[in-house]
């Protein structure tokens, strides 16, 4: 759950790496025992979870936002069409 109460989701598709034919490994490296500074994220997402969503900026408010997963929108990054949305 984020700061505003939101979720951000993550699925098999972004959470598991295959290894080998018969190996697959969480995507999550452990941040240790101590945190990093005060008031740090229990859990921080990196690339592999952001893997085919897309974010969102809001310069105005100053805040960034997730399409989520690209697959409900049966595409992925690789062949979105970034034109949606321009004047």
């Known amino acids: 759950m984020l700061r505003d109460g939101s979720n951000f989701t993550l699925l098999g598709a972004n959470t598991m790496v295959q290894v ?3 190996t ?4 999550f490296v452990e941040m240790g025992p101590t945190p990093a500074m005060d008031e740090s994220p229990a859990v921080i997402i990196g690339g592999f979870q952001l893997q085919d ?4 900026f809001d310069l ?3 805040t960034m936002g997730s399409t989520g997963l690209l697959y409900w929108m049966r595409t992925t ?3 979105f069409n970034f034109a949606w949305g321009t004047p």
């Open 20 to 22: 080998d034919e018969e």
């Open 24 to 27: 697959l490994c969480f995507a």
């Open 53 to 56: 969503n897309l974010l969102v």
């Open 60 to 62: 105005e408010k100053g």
């Open 77 to 79: 990054c690789s062949n």
